[in-house]
C-alpha cells in the first residue's frame, strides 16, 4: 500500500521558515510525480510544488521563489522548504503522489486548478502568525 506520512508543520511568525518532510512508502519513487498541496479553511485545496523523477521542479506563482521541493531518494523522503512564511500560508499541507510522470500528467494533478493527485496523506498543519 502507499503511505504517504508528513511531518514539520508548526506555528510560526511571519517572515520565518519551516520545513516540511514526507515519509513515502509503498511504490518506486522512479515513476511517480510527488509534490505538495494545501488547504486553508474555507478555501480550495491548492497545489503549491511538483517534482518529476530527474528532479525538475514546478511551483505554484503563491510560493514561488520562497518554496523548494526536493526528494532525498536513500531516505524515501519528501520536502517542502519553505521561507518567508506570510499569515497567507497558514494551511494544512499535504504531500502527494500520482503515478503518472509529472511530464505526461502528474504536474497537472498536483498543480492543476483542481489537484487530484491519487496519493495523498494526512497533512500537517501550518500556522503563520503576523
Known amino acids: 500500500d502507499v503511505q504517504l506520512v508528513e511531518s514539520g508543520g508548526g506555528s510560526v511568525q511571519s517572515g520565518g521558515s519551516l520545513r516540511l518532510s514526507c515519509t513515502v512508502s509503498?511504490?518506486?519513487?522512479?515513476?511517480?510525480?510527488m509534490g505538495w498541496l494545501r488547504q486553508a479553511p474555507g478555501e480550495e485545496r491548492e497545489g503549491v510544488a511538483a517534482i518529476d523523477s530527474d528532479g525538475t521542479t514546478k511551483y505554484a506563482d503563491s510560493v514561488k521563489g520562497r518554496a523548494t521541493v526536493l526528494v532525498d531518494n536513500a531516505k524515501n523522503t519528501l520536502y517542502l522548504q519553505m521561507n518567508n512564511l506570510k499569515p497567507e500560508d497558514t494551511a494544512m499541507y499535504y504531500c502527494?503522489?500520482?503515478?503518472?510522470?509529472?511530464?505526461?500528467?502528474?504536474?497537472?494533478?498536483?498543480?492543476?486548478?483542481?489537484?487530484?493527485?491519487?496519493?495523498w496523506g494526512l497533512g500537517t498543519q501550518v500556522t503563520v502568525s503576523s
Open positions: 509503498g511504490f518506486t519513487r522512479d515513476t511517480y510525480c
Open positions: 502527494a503522489a500520482d503515478p503518472r510522470a509529472c511530464a505526461s500528467g502528474g504536474y497537472y494533478l498536483i498543480l492543476g486548478p483542481i489537484p487530484a493527485p491519487e496519493y
